[in-house]
């Protein structure tokens, strides 16, 4: 593991210092001084600031799906250009944000591409999100976006036969979820894209000591948004929320996993990735050295970002065929 560096900060590329400290000059504060509803907005606010120009897609299209508790979960639907009458496969997209912030518009850019990309669907879930909306309710509405799109996807041009999962951050941890869900329930995943997922129970591995400060996802945001979603300490040891506590990990959907190296929830992802190896899963894994988590979403001012949304819509369209 690239850990227990004297000086992390050396790891970083140049493009990835100069983001950083331009954004410690400008010094707003951090979200975990703010109350949840600031942070949503400042979080609205800051994620496309280095996001690529979105894609124009000729299919885009906003509607709600039901949740097993009668909530219209929104939803937002793209796509490229479609033969006629041929169904699209699907990739059913989970945003970052810590269940806390983060929305299909922070993340639409990223979900363009991606469509773009891999010549597939994506639809991008917004799911509940805390304190409003504590665990497991996130969990329930991205599996219930799921199991819609098995069930009446084809009444909206997708292929309920080529159907992936993906997300960001606490969005990987959903698809992560999903993907052992879907396993227990004998419905077939075509992939897992997972871009940095948190994975365990605590926040204890070397990379969370080594990158926990001044790598832009910091403990401070880590505790905040934990302590906000979680009902009670117990909620930690449920797979659920870490599916490095997953009994058994066989027969998952392959899985494509991109890491940060200078992020605190790099070892956890590395360790999930050995995990679904070892259990027979195919791994596809993408390390993608000097730079921080979130950088998916910086592809204006980070190339490793164009990089991983190419390398993403491969692991796509190869599953996809």
């Not at 050396?10 to 400008?26: C, K, Y």
């Amino acid at each position: 593991m690239p850990h227990h560096h004297r000086n992390p900060r050396s790891l970083l590329t140049p493009a990835m210092h100069s983001v950083l400290d331009r954004m410690a000059r400008a010094s707003k504060l951090p979200l975990h001084a703010l109350s949840p509803a600031q942070a949503r907005l400042a979080y609205e606010v800051g994620a496309n600031v280095l996001e690529i120009s979105p894609v124009k897609l000729p299919r885009v299209e906003s509607f709600t799906v039901p949740t097993r508790d009668g909530y219209e979960l929104p939803v937002r639907l793209y796509a490229p250009a479609q033969v006629e009458g041929a169904p699209l496969p699907v990739l059913v997209f989970f945003h970052g944000g810590g269940f806390v912030v983060g929305s299909i518009a922070t993340h639409d850019s990223l979900c363009r591409s991606l469509s773009h990309l891999a010549q597939c669907a994506v639809l991008s879930v917004g799911y509940r999100l805390a304190p409003e909306f504590l665990f497991p309710v996130a969990f329930d509405d991205a599996w219930d976006a799921v199991h819609w799109v098995f069930q009446q996807g084809a009444e909206v041009g997708l292929d309920t036969r080529r159907i992936a999962v993906g997300g960001d951050s606490a969005g990987g941890t959903l698809a992560a979820v999903c993907a052992l869900q879907a396993r227990d329930v004998g419905l077939p995943l075509a992939l897992q894209l997972l871009i940095y997922p948190g994975c365990s129970a605590r926040q204890e591995m070397p990379s969370h000591k080594t990158f926990g400060q001044g790598f832009l996802l910091e403990k401070a945001h880590i505790d905040y948004f934990f302590k906000l979603f979680l009902r009670r300490e117990a909620d930690r040891d449920d797979w659920r929320f870490a599916p490095l506590l997953a009994d058994d990990v066989a027969g998952v959907a392959p899985a494509w996993v991109c890491l940060a190296e200078c992020d605190p929830l790099v070892d956890e992802g590395l360790l999930y990735a050995d995990r679904l190896r070892a259990a027979g899963v195919a791994v596809d894994l993408e390390l993608y050295r000097g730079v921080v988590h979130e950088f998916v979403k910086m592809g204006r001012a980070i190339p490793e970002a164009r990089q991983a949304h190419q390398a993403a819509a491969r692991a796509l369209k190869q599953v996809f065929g």
